[in-house]
């Protein structure tokens, strides 16, 4: 080891020359993986540090529809130095010629307990709400404050109680930890809503008790203490440790999956790397077969390049972690601006040391199989001009290829926390990249033989182009490999975008109801079914009577101990009751109850999430209703379509299983656009505390979402993309030499420079298409199994992006070429040839 580092250290002293594509791919793939892990680190970080200002205080006990019990708020009382009561629902906003959607926060005098809230104007909290003029006051969004046209001093209704507008807010300390909401937030005090009458009996409301802590307290036993005594009481529990796991599961999951796309990066780069290293290793054949002429063994060649390469990757980590650890965190006051939590960017030891592990696994993947064929160069290759290598090298080096790669997916699907996600896109990865190989491989074929018809007798520069393309050496395998992967990341983002857009836009509204009606109270139901019915404009009405409650066991058994971490148990769900099945209903199987029925409480569920929780008829299921436990026999599974935004329950109770219950009525209705103003503005006139969800406001928030997920997408595409130019830069550059001598041989002949650049373009449009021709295939497959398999969607092939890619593949191959095509043009013929001799 010691000879081949001392020969590998002599050889490096000529300059970097033939490793800069080696070392800007390595970079620019290790770069985009150190980046996003350092963003991640640092909201991680902001999100753990901040908890308790998150969350409001150190802990959170949190109920469904109903305030806490006096055995509730005396545990509370015993174990906190101060605790807040916060209500949190939905309400409409009332103006005089206006309403609109808001998600109210009615706090009591201690809120906040941690951090604190920005106002405008300046003011104090309890200033804010106070009353002025015999009006409570209230805090508002800025952007709903806009939408209604308010100024401060303005009056505004929530349900039928009236309130001044005092000032806007800014900045809400504890807006994180409640999650994305369907309406810009509105704060006033709790106790000015005793005569609103949004807070009735069965109105849809949480209520957060905020708990300051004493110094040392033990969270994780307090925890243990408040779920084993309240168990059955449907408390749900929230403390500093983990203030916004919501937020916390986005940001690891779409960092995730940003790494993933940055390995598909360095899937890119490693095209180029292999064929700068092979493109090296050809112009040191005379090197080594000197070397092995003078006794050197073929273990000692390979070591000794294996030094070089290792030295130089080791270079091009550097790079790459220096540049992805310095912009996020030169950029940090920007990010953390622009975030709606707290975050600590800054250096991130652990997510640069695993940038820097996938960038050494790649770099050897790629490298092994190029330097291992240095061990088969025969001396004799010194004087006959040949490589002197076999096809393949030795079958440990093939052995130890697998172990490496399998020790990179391995490691991406440990490190990513998504094994399904990560196992798909390292099958995405490999499969593109035999595809692109196989398209490579038809493509030199196929222009080898029209490189020999009729097709190209009278057209040199045609037949050169083609003939290029097909050679033993063509430059076709590490331009569609480099392009077409990077392309394919692109086109199956641009096919996801779109499914998802369209899914949105166009399907969603011929199906989905204009609103959402909620918390109508049991005397309102019937006058409001006569009222909407009555309107020409409203094409369907449905109603349910709607409660909520959280499934804490089944058989007996903790609900999680045996349905996981399915969505159904993870919080409260809704529930309903009905005396028979609807018009649309399908019982699959067991059946429904009689409707007379009076006995034993039985449970009527959701065919497809029994299915996947492993419900079975005859289970017994307990769900904690409003602090009450009710265990009732599953005897039936219905078929519930969640797909349309319509009503749709998971559970469906007989009606004397929940009489006496408090509950409130839910209304969807149908009608198109145009009608929707005229409908709100007759239904919140005549019942201020029934609250309207515009089915299309809501798309628009989930849109928004999506459009900043597809946006870092392709962000992170576009870095992929990158490192395919820099690689297809590198395959030209390699080129250059073979270019000079076809452009020799076709002005011998009697070409012109206008035939000879022309073959040049021909070259590189084909290798561009076929990049691109395979990238819309690879993308529209991925883009078909994200939407078939994650979105449980339609996939319809979206054309123009499709067109797009194959064009832009077409545009970069020229682009590159043609950067090298100046020195072959003005190359002197017999210069060029006499040098072959």
Request: aromatic fraction near 6%.
């Amino acid at each position: 080891m010691t000879l081949a580092l001392t020969i590998a250290r002599r050889e490096l002293r000529g300059g970097l020359r033939g490793f800069r594509v080696f070392l800007a791919c390595l970079a620019l793939g290790v770069a985009a993986i150190a980046a996003v892990g350092t963003l991640r680190a640092g909201i991680q970080q902001g999100l753990t540090d901040q908890g308790a200002v998150i969350l409001g205080g150190d802990a959170e006990m949190r109920f469904t529809y109903r305030v806490a019990d006096t055995e509730e708020r005396a545990w509370m009382q015993r174990v906190a130095t101060t605790v807040s009561e916060v209500y949190d629902f939905r309400s409409m906003v009332l103006t005089e010629g206006d309403q609109a959607l808001t998600q109210v926060k009615a706090v009591d005098g201690a809120w906040p307990l941690t951090g604190a809230a920005v106002l405008d104007p300046p003011i104090p909290v309890a200033q804010a709400l106070a009353s002025q003029d015999g009006l409570p006051g209230a805090i508002m969004d800025p952007v709903l404050i806009d939408r209604l046209d308010l100024a401060i001093g303005d009056r505004f209704r929530l349900g039928t109680q009236e309130f001044r507008l005092t000032a806007a807010l800014t900045r809400e300390p504890d807006s994180a930890s409640t999650g994305i909401t369907l309406g810009p937030r509105t704060v006033v005090h709790s106790a000015d809503l005793a005569n609103s009458g949004l807070l009735a009996s069965g109105s849809m409301y949480e209520t957060r008790y905020r708990l300051l802590l004493p110094p040392g307290a033990d969270l994780a036993a307090l925890k243990r203490e408040a779920e084993t005594t309240f168990r059955d009481k449907g408390m749900r529990w929230t403390d500093s440790r983990r203030a916004a796991p919501g937020i916390e599961t986005f940001v690891d999951r779409i960092g995730s999956f940003l790494v993933l796309v940055g390995l598909a990066g360095l899937a890119v780069g490693g095209v180029g790397i292999s064929a700068a290293i092979r493109s090296y290793l050809d112009g040191k054949t005379e090197t080594i077969a000197t070397l092995k002429t003078l006794g050197a063994e073929g273990g000692l060649i390979f070591r000794t390049y294996l030094w070089q390469t290792a030295l130089l990757a080791g270079l091009g980590i550097l790079i790459g972690v220096a540049l992805g650890a310095l912009a996020p965190v030169l950029a940090a006051p920007l990010i953390e601006a622009s975030l709606p939590f707290p975050a600590d960017i800054r250096l991130a030891p652990l997510a640069l040391g695993e940038a820097a592990f996938y960038g050494a696994l790649s770099a050897l993947i790629f490298t092994l199989l190029p330097l291992a064929r240095t061990e088969s160069i025969r001396p004799a290759a010194l004087y006959r001009g040949g490589d002197g290598t076999r096809a393949w090298p030795r079958k440990r080096y093939l052995a130890a290829l697998a172990a490496l790669a399998l020790m990179l997916v391995g490691s991406a699907t440990w490190l990513s926390g998504i094994p399904e996600l990560a196992l798909g896109a390292a099958g995405g990865i490999v499969g593109a990249l035999a595809i692109l190989a196989l398209a490579a491989l038809v493509l030199r074929k196929a222009a080898r033989r029209l490189a020999r018809t009729r097709l190209t007798h009278g057209r040199p520069a045609t037949r050169a182009a083609l003939a290029a393309t097909g050679a033993p050496r063509s430059d076709a395998t590490p331009v569609v490999l480099s392009l077409g992967l990077g392309l394919s990341v692109l086109a199956a983002v641009g096919q996801i975008d779109w499914n998802l857009r369209s899914a949105i836009a166009t399907d969603l509204p011929t199906r989905a109801p204009a609103f959402f009606f909620i918390d109508i109270q049991p005397d309102q139901i019937d006058p409001f079914l006569t009222m909407v019915r009555a309107n020409p404009a409203v094409s369907e009405v449905e109603t349910a009577p709607m409660l909520r409650g959280v499934i804490t066991q089944i058989n007996g058994r903790p609900a999680r101990q045996v349905a996981g971490d399915h969505w159904v148990v993870r919080g409260d769900r809704g529930i309903t009751y009905a005396a028979v099945p609807g018009e649309k209903t399908r019982i699959t199987a067991g059946s429904f109850w009689p409707e007379d029925y009076a006995g034993e409480p039985q449970i009527s569920f959701a065919a497809e999430e029994a299915e996947e929780i492993g419900l079975k008829l005859g289970d017994t299921m307990t769900v904690n209703i409003l602090g009450r436990d009710l265990t009732a026999t599953v005897t039936s599974f219905r078929e519930v379509d969640f797909s349309n935004a319509g009503m749709g329950f998971v559970m469906t109770l007989n009606p004397s299983a929940l009489a006496g219950a408090p509950h409130t009525h839910i209304a969807t209705v149908y009608a198109p656009p145009e009608a929707e103003a005229a409908i709100l503005r007759e239904v919140t006139k005549t019942w201020p505390n029934i609250t309207a969800i515009r089915i299309r406001e809501a798309v628009d928030r989930v849109t928004e979402a999506l459009s900043a997920i597809a946006t870092a997408t392709a962000w992170a595409a576009a870095g992929t993309l990158l490192t395919g130019f820099v690689v297809l830069i590198g395959a030209a550059a390699a080129g250059e030499r073979a270019r000079i001598y076809e452009a020799a041989i076709l002005k011998t002949i009697g070409a012109t420079r206008r035939k000879i650049l022309a073959s040049f373009a021909l070259r590189s449009a084909l290798m561009g298409g076929a990049a691109g021709a395979v990238a819309v295939l690879a993308g529209g497959l991925a883009g078909w199994g994200v939407m078939t398999f994650v979105m449980d969607s339609a996939y319809r092939f979206e054309p123009l992006s499709a067109i797009g890619i194959v064009l832009g593949g077409v545009v970069a191959t020229l682009v590159a070429g043609l950067m090298f095509s100046l020195r072959p043009l003005s190359a002197r013929p017999a210069r060029t040839l006499r040098a072959q001799d």
